[in-house]
């Protein structure tokens, strides 16, 4: 598995498509996240999970964006299908949302990246970030982070 620059980061041991997500061995299990664009060292404490519902607003920090916030959500249980020229289209579920100010929500290299909700210093975990909708920068799809966990038998650390 490589970040947005092609660093490798770890290697992929399972893939699910229904929840778009893949798990990796790592070494540090502290739930925190290095936050932020290319090259950031701003480690954030994460402080559990929740799922997203219509109307809530939350960020996300992809590797190329950074963070972004005021990603509404518009639709929280869809399925869609996703696809790439390197490899098969497929379904997944997850949820949709849009930027609020009609700017970007999700650039390229920004899958993966951590969608979360603030809570005081801390961020609660929401998902992870899938794809655009068809080209539209300005809505943005990502698969909940309960959902994974359950599908890969795993939690947050504490």
């Not at 929280?76 to 579920?93: I, Q, S």
């Not at 929500?105 to 603030?118: E, H, I, P, Q, Y």
Request: with cysteine.
């Amino acid at each position: 598995m490589t970040n947005g620059n092609g660093a490798l980061e770890g290697t992929v041991s399972s893939y699910n498509t229904t929840w778009d997500a893949s798990i990796y061995p790592v070494s540090n299990a502290a739930p925190r996240e290095f936050d932020g664009p290319q090259n950031t060292t701003n480690s954030i404490a994460l402080s559990g999970t929740s799922y997203s519902y219509n109307g809530d607003q939350v960020c996300h920090d992809g590797y190329t964006s950074g963070v972004i916030c005021g990603i509404q959500v518009d639709n929280d249980d869809v399925w869609t299908t996703l696809g790439a020229a390197r490899y098969a289209a497929f379904d997944a579920r997850g949820v949709w949302g849009h930027q609020v100010n009609g700017s970007i929500a999700v650039r390229n290299g920004d899958s993966g990246g951590l969608v979360f909700s603030v809570n005081g210093d801390t961020r609660v975990v929401r998902g992870i970030v899938s794809a655009d909708y068809q080209g539209n920068s300005n809505r943005m799809f990502w698969t909940e982070a309960n959902d994974i966990y359950k599908a890969f038998g795993v939690h947050l650390a504490s």
